[in-house]
């Protein structure tokens, strides 16, 4: 098998990898500045974006980052911008996904970030027929929230988009965006360089200690710095016991992509006639799109377990391509990787702060690309007493309870939905 489907070029990296400007490399005996307002901890969307208001009002802003900048999920995500209500009664919530991507949009023309925008719309691909009841029902409600962007496409119209097969139709969602996902992070991080801000890679706090109305900040277990405020972007990531909320309230699940060699011009074509995004409407959704050289990107085999990746999940991702695109069958895997994605019970992501007042937003279920933005500025917003988005901070999200965290349930969780996604 491995002949047979790896390219020569294959490697155990993400695609975007090959866009990567910036050049991290460890540095020992880093000095870190003294006189901090605000420790950011995690270079991620979040993070980033909560720096560039910050710095904007002339504050003194660190931000510490465990790996190299973009090492999380920001920068192994696929890029998509699916801009869909989130599903709640809360009607101050629905519009989460569109305030997001609107954000989103003004702050790549803003401070000319070039990462390969393009606005094709997304298409959510019925894998059963009766899938249509659901998606037409959406389409219903989407259109009367957001506007007329979302058109149910029967099979017969699905054909006019691509010539995929084991599918039933789909829902045409007009708003959806895509970008390059370290190109963008790259374009955060001159902005953050140009507001003469400062990111310290291989910086991991180990410890955070409340001091009154200060805290004291541990980082690679070593070098203690004081600041007034910690805004914690580490997506879930715990740090301490005394960061236990992202805990409590989100869980971390995996998420595998492989990416094709470059596929030609006529296939590409037979693949998405417009270069749309697609996903897929079972639990453990399949989403696959291309990129602007032509590869074909496509993710899912999400897993409560967080396996690496490996022949057997590459192997499924392989066979799962083909059976939606068999016209691909010699095509060749030159890219694999693995993510990580953290949700929380409802998937409606959190944003707000802990009872020592340290500030966080996390929970993002897989759509952290706008969202993720969106809630770091509005942090940064909130800490500086300005204009903020009071009714994302006024989401409530379910605690998991312990057990939700215990094999046993994310195992009966796991076969519960991959039965679910059979039968129904
Ligand atoms: C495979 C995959 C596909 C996805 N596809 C999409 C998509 O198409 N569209 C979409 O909208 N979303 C997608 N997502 C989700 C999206 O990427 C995330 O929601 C988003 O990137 C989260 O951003 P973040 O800044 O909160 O976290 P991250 O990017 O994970 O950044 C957190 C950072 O914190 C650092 N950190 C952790 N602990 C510490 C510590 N103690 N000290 C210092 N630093 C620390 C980590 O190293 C990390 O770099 C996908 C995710 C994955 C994994």
């Not at 003294?34 to 950011?40: A, E, L, M, P, R």
Request: charged share 20%; aromatic share 14%; glycine share 6%.
């Amino acid at each position: 098998m491995f002949i047979m489907i790896y390219s020569m070029k294959f490697i155990n990296k993400p695609y975007w990898e090959s866009y990567r400007n910036l050049v991290y490399k460890k540095q020992d005996n880093i000095e870190y500045p003294s006189n901090i307002d605000v420790v950011i901890i995690g270079g991620g969307y979040t993070g980033l974006n909560a720096a560039i208001p910050l710095l904007k009002a002339n504050l003194n802003v660190l931000v510490l980052e465990a790996n190299h900048i973009g090492s999380g999920a920001s920068g192994l995500n696929t890029g998509f911008i699916t801009c869909e209500p989130i599903n709640t009664q809360d009607s101050k919530l629905l519009t989460i996904p569109l305030k997001s991507k609107n954000y989103l949009i003004d702050l790549i023309k803003t401070h000319k970030i070039h990462c390969d925008l393009e606005c094709n719309g997304s298409i959510k691909l019925a894998t059963k027929i009766r899938h249509m009841y659901m998606l037409e029902k959406n389409m219903l409600k989407y259109n009367s929230l957001f506007g007329k962007y979302f058109t149910l496409l029967s099979s017969k119209e699905l054909e006019k988009e691509s010539s995929m097969s084991n599918v039933y139709g789909g829902l045409l969602n007009q708003l959806s965006c895509s970008l390059n996902p370290i190109k963008y992070i790259e374009g955060l991080v001159n902005t953050i360089k140009t507001l003469n801000g400062n990111i310290f890679e291989y910086s991991k706090v180990t410890n955070i200690e409340k001091q009154y109305s200060s805290y004291k900040v541990t980082i690679n277990n070593q070098i203690n710095i004081i600041c007034k405020e910690v805004i914690v972007a580490t997506d879930g990531e715990k740090i301490t016991n005394s960061t236990n909320l992202v805990c409590k309230k989100s869980l971390t699940i995996s998420s595998y992509v492989i990416g094709t060699t470059p596929i030609s011009k006529d296939l590409q074509y037979l693949i998405s006639i417009r270069k749309r995004n697609f996903f897929t409407t079972s639990f453990f959704t399949n989403y696959f799109k291309l990129t602007a050289e032509g590869n074909l990107l496509f993710g899912g085999e999400a897993s409560f377990f967080q396996e690496d990746i490996n022949t057997n999940l590459i192997d499924k991702l392989y066979s799962k391509l083909h059976y939606f695109f068999p016209f691909l069958k010699d095509i060749k895997i030159e890219y694999a990787w693995k993510g990580n994605i953290n949700l929380t019970l409802n998937r409606i992501p959190f944003i707000g702060q802990d009872s020592q007042n340290m500030k966080y937003s996390f929970g993002y279920s897989g759509r952290g690309v706008s969202i993720a933005s969106y809630y770091g500025h509005n942090l940064s917003q909130f800490i500086l007493g300005k204009e903020y988005d009071k009714n994302i901070f006024s989401s409530k999200i379910p605690n998991l309870n312990p057990y939700h965290k215990s094999s046993f349930f994310l195992k009966s969780g796991y076969y519960y939905y991959k039965i679910k996604d059979f039968l129904f």
